[in-house]
């Protein structure tokens, strides 16, 4: 089945910029959606069809997508960013269609 | 408020059975795709199984293909999964998800539930 690779980890400094990558075969080529999770918490969706912004969802939250990897962009960090970030891709022809990453843990330093 | 509430979770010994409900209020329910997701402890995320907001497609994770069963009743705005032949792998917080999109199943999920947990341990 398909298989989605993120970084166990990043860390960033308050203010600057995170990038989380996700990684697979031909990903451009389907829809990538990504969630938060703070500890004890249920995911929340903060990038869904490559780039859209659900409501309530900073600017500061932007994705793109394109060849082989999809991309989180967090800009300005703030502590309040820190979370496991888990990367989606849904592919209606795939069996099985849904697959999620491992996650990517952010650290704000 | 847009709302999603699991139940039905529980500890089962391996081979059992169990259902889980999700009571979906807030929003109309039978315009949306729903999903059920699951993390094992300490783990990460993983889809689980989905089904459209006709009951017309019913998709499902390789790891619970023939074992675990997804549907929803319209009228009662509820969604189950009924599960069987557990195993000790099964043992997760299953979560409830409702896609974002009206009528397509894009696997994005912008409301969940607080989680049922099941353990599947003798």
């Known amino acids: 089945s398909y298989v989605l690779t993120q970084p166990p980890s990043v860390s960033v400094a308050p203010g600057e910029t995170a990038r989380i990558t996700c990684g697979g075969d031909n990903i451009g080529r389907k829809s990538v959606n990504w969630y938060l999770q703070r500890p004890g918490q249920a995911p929340v969706l903060v990038i869904y069809y490559d780039g859209d912004r659900p409501s309530g969802i900073p600017e500061r939250f932007s994705g793109s997508n394109s060849g082989t990897t999809a991309t989180l962009t967090i800009s300005r960090v703030e502590v309040g960013d820190e979370a496991d970030y888990y990367c989606q891709v849904w592919d209606s022809s795939s069996d099985p269609p849904g697959v999620l990453g491992a996650g990517t843990k952010v650290t704000v330093l | 408020e847009v709302q999603l509430v699991e139940s039905g979770g529980g500890l089962v010994q391996p081979g059992r059975s169990l259902r889980l409900s999700c009571a979906a209020s807030?929003?109309?329910?039978?315009?949306?795709?729903m999903h059920w997701v699951r993390q094992a402890p300490g783990k990460g995320l993983e889809w689980v199984s989905g089904?459209?907001?006709?009951?017309?497609?019913?998709v499902y994770a390789d790891s619970v293909k023939g074992r675990f069963s997804i549907s929803r009743d319209n009228a009662k705005k509820s969604l189950y999964l009924q599960m069987n032949s557990l195993r000790a792998e099964d043992t997760a917080l299953y979560y409830c998800?409702?896609?974002?999109?009206?009528?397509?199943?894009?696997?994005?999920?912008?409301?969940w539930g607080q989680g049922a947990m099941v353990t599947v341990s003798s």
């Open positions: 998800a409702k896609e974002i999109g009206i009528v397509v199943v894009r696997g994005a999920f912008d409301v």
């Open positions: 807030g929003f109309i329910f039978d315009e949306y795709a």
């Open positions: 089904i459209s907001w006709n009951s017309g497609t019913k």
